[in-house]
T-cell receptor, first 113, second 116 residues
């Protein structure tokens, strides 16, 4: 079945350093969504990318969708302690036209002050 | 504007008991999704429901698990005869639409189920 993989699984950075997580799908995605989950919390929607090669920015966060629509990345510039959490990418299964999402296993970010 | 509500937030059950998890979607949302998250893992889709209809239950275990979203009241995820492996966080999400499109999903705070 369709798989969505994320790397790295864990990342420890010093506050102020940059951070990137990568997401790869085994099949082409119609769109990709990113969520953030704080420790002990619930996933919170960050953004959705739809177009091939799309780049979107939210303050220090930059999201990219690959040209082939099979991969995506999230880059955080100058991390802060508030960035701590697990970042998930998610996309709809190829065979489904419902809102069902397949989630990657997430990248957990730790930021040392 | 209340978000997605789930209760209880924490639930402890002994092996063999039943667990009932409730989810009220955001106001105006008629599409509900249930996900399971094991410690240190991602979210696994379980079931997608609209009012009075199960649209996609491809992620639901064939036995002991059932879900409903009645015309009135919250969506219910029911686990019969719980086993230790059912211990997990169960998240409900809602969206304003589902079929034929992909909208962002709004997650509830989750129910942490512990089976002793």
């Amino acid at each position: 079945g369709q798989q969505v993989m994320q790397i790295p699984q864990y990342q420890h950075v010093q506050e102020g350093e940059d951070f990137t997580t990568y997401c790869n799908s085994s099949t082409t995605l119609s769109n990709i969504q990113w969520y953030k989950q704080r420790p002990g919390g619930h996933p919170v929607f960050l953004i959705q990318l739809v177009k091939s090669g799309e780049v979107k920015k939210q303050k220090r966060l930059t999201f990219q969708f690959g040209e082939a629509k099979k991969n995506s990345s999230l880059h955080i510039t100058a991390t802060q302690t508030t960035d701590v959490g697990t970042y998930f990418c998610a996309g709809p299964p190829r065979s489904s036209n419902t809102g069902k999402l397949i989630f990657g296993q997430g990248t957990t970010l730790q930021v040392k002050p | 504007n209340a978000g997605v509500m789930q209760n209880p937030r924490h639930l402890v059950r002994r092996r063999g008991q039943e667990a009932r998890l409730r989810c009220s979607p955001m106001k105006g949302h008629s599409h509900v999704y249930w996900y399971r998250q094991l410690p240190e893992e991602g979210l696994k889709f379980m079931v997608y429901l609209q009012k009075e209809n199960i649209i996609d239950e491809s992620g639901m275990p064939k036995e002991r698990f059932s879900a409903e979203f009645p015309k009135e009241g919250p969506s219910i995820l029911r686990i019969q005869q719980v086993v230790r492996g059912d211990s997990a966080a169960y998240f409900c999400a809602s969206s304003p639409s589902g079929l034929g499109s992909s909208y962002e999903q709004y997650f509830g705070p989750g129910t942490r189920l512990t089976v002793t």
